[in-house]
């Protein structure tokens, strides 16, 4: 996506973008690694599950697409919310197990 903005000549568009969710991805790293020094984390030595680095940049690049002008803050707020309720159903009618419940 950056590579398209700039060749459209949007090029502040496309650093903006970077640094939204490559920031967001080093950061969750880093906050993994000190967990993961403090002992905070319980995964065997491998690096911590927590935070959710997905979750992180997914968050960047819906603010992103806001900051760009291809959304407003409501499109983003709307499609993060059918996201949500839409795996809400999917879980509750057919995640394994839910017809167990």
Known sequence: MCAVLVLAGRRADARFLLLAVGG????????????QLLGADHDDGRLSNFPSGHAAVA?????????????TALDVVGGAVLGVGWLAVC????APGARKR
């Open 24 to 35: 967001a991805g080093v950061l969750t790293y880093v906050l993994k690694g000190i967990l």
């Open 59 to 71: 968050v960047a690049v819906g603010w992103s697409r806001v900051e760009t002008g291809a959304h």
């Open 91 to 94: 879980a509750l009618l057919w």
